[in-house]
């Protein structure tokens, strides 16, 4: 097998077999990056002195024909090539000859490795950023759709108190603004740049760490050549807890979903194209799609454990335990690609129940309001509260919601209850979604 480190001596190949495991697939994923890094690290090797024009205008042709290899899918790793830093050298070296083998000077795999990683991790946490965004957009304007419709709120599994469909697809929609904080912290933990570190000591030539660095795009060089190698894991843990940030709220969502779809709730449906139903029961409109949602985003919030455990117990310095890494995050992260997607598509169909509440189960759930019409009339609340309990106790509870108001005669006709009935003006409630405030947030947020 063709490797960068060959001295001559062939490993075994069930060494090789069980060393190289999965990379090589994933390692195709970073050939787009291992080509960018590799251009500008001859850049700054012919500002050194260690290429000549013509050598860096010849890899820079040859490189570029790669990625247009690697951008139309020709590209390949060969049968018996390592991994992709050795593809690309070895491609090199053939349309090049001795040229070719000079791109590796001042660099290690080690360093190599971490650039190629850290470019991919920027650009997946911007594409799961544009994604979230997406998302954000489709909640918001069903928060506004059906702010008015009203919907029970739940604690500890009983009916609770008044919610509404405004307030639960624009709780999710603010609770993707701080999910992109979260991204937001992970990019500017990976957007600085450890090339020219070497092997996590630094070389002996005067390589130009600020020219890569900005000719990469990075915010910084990882100055410290050591700090650089320990980067490693602890970026993927950081990648991996702000997509886990978004993964628990879709996991929450689905949750919900599963549940109001349940014909005891009936709060939501969606079209049966986008439902499953049963091999015996021709009744059932399963929500698999939220299911399989769920328990992805359980499997994605995991990674965070899994790569903490993979990088617990290793001295600083490389070690081979780190290939395992993208075994483990790549997946990961094409799995939140997907839920994202088909999050935004769900709910792009999704239809609500706009009478919930004509069923007497949910009279209930408007004792507080009853209680808090009833100290707005004078009542000290410790009194209303026992003379709203009795009422329940002895079954004549009954709530006329804004009993002094116009409101209560416009209820009175239509026998509807609306969200803007119950009177609720503070910021976050029903009556006062703060959905502009909530854009404008994400908007803020998303400038990175």
Same mark, same amino acid.
């Given at each position: ?98 040229? *070719? @083998? ?5 660099? $290690?795999?080690?360093?190599? %490795? ?5 470019? =991919?991790?920027? +650009? ?108 490693? *894991? @602890? ?5 991996? $807890?702000?997509?886990?940030? %978004? ?5 929450? =969502?689905?949750? +919900? ?121 004078? %009542? ?69």
């Amino acid at each position: 097998m063709a490797t960068l480190w060959n001295k001559g001596i062939e490993a075994d190949g069930l060494v090789e077999e069980f060393t190289v495991g999965n990379d090589r697939v994933l390692d195709l994923r970073l050939a787009r990056y291992d080509i960018m890094g590799s251009k500008a690290h001859i850049r700054m090797l012919e500002s050194i002195g260690l290429l000549d024009k013509e050598e860096l205008t010849a890899l820079l042709g040859a490189l570029d024909g790669i990625a247009a290899s690697v951008e139309d899918g020709s590209f390949v790793l060969e049968p018996d090539v390592e991994d992709i830093h050795s593809q690309v050298e070895l491609l090199l070296t053939r349309r090049l000859g001795e040229i *070719g @083998k000079k791109i590796h000077s001042g660099r $290690s795999r080690n360093d190599q %490795v971490l650039v190629d990683i850290k470019l =991919f991790l920027r +650009d997946e946490l911007l594409a799961v950023r544009d994604e979230v965004h997406k998302l954000f957009a489709v909640l918001q304007e069903l928060s506004e759709k059906h702010k008015e419709v009203l919907l029970p709120g739940y604690t500890h599994a009983q009916i609770a108190m008044p919610s509404s469909f405004g307030l639960w697809f624009g709780a999710y929609a603010e609770a993707l603004v701080s999910d992109v904080c979260m991204l937001h912290g992970a990019y500017k933990v990976v957007n600085s740049n450890p090339l020219g570190s070497g092997a996590g000591y630094g070389v002996s030539f005067p390589l130009d760490r600020e020219m890569t660095t900005e000719l990469l795009g990075f915010a910084v060089p990882d100055y410290n050549s050591v700090a650089a190698q320990l980067g490693r *894991g @602890k970026v993927e843990k950081c990648v991996a $807890s702000a997509v886990g940030s %978004v993964a628990l709220t879709l996991n929450k =969502f689905a949750s +919900d979903c599963c549940m109001y779809m349940s014909p005891n709730f009936g709060f939501i449906k969606f079209p049966d194209a986008l439902t499953t139903g049963s091999s015996i029961m021709p009744h059932k409109k399963n929500p698999d799609v939220w299911e399989v949602m769920r328990a992805r985003c359980n499997r994605i919030m995991a990674v965070e454990n899994e790569i903490s455990l993979m990088c617990s117990n290793m001295p600083h310095g490389y070690h081979r335990d780190y290939q395992l890494l993208k075994d483990v995050l790549f997946p990961a992260l094409e799995s939140m690609h997907e839920c994202l997607r088909m999050a935004a598509f769900m709910l792009e169909h999704i239809e609500v129940n706009g009478h919930i509440l004509d069923n007497p189960i949910y009279n209930y759930m408007f004792t507080v309001e009853e209680v808090n019409s009833r100290v707005l009339a004078g %009542v000290p609340f410790r009194d209303a509260y026992r003379q709203v309990g009795e009422e329940v106790n002895e079954g004549r509870f009954e709530y006329r919601p804004g009993c002094h108001s116009e409101r209560a005669k416009r209820v009175e006709e239509s026998h509807h209850l609306l969200a803007s009935d119950l009177g609720h003006t503070h910021i976050g409630s029903i009556g006062n979604l703060c959905n502009d405030k909530i854009a404008l947030r994400m908007e803020q947020e998303l400038e990175w």
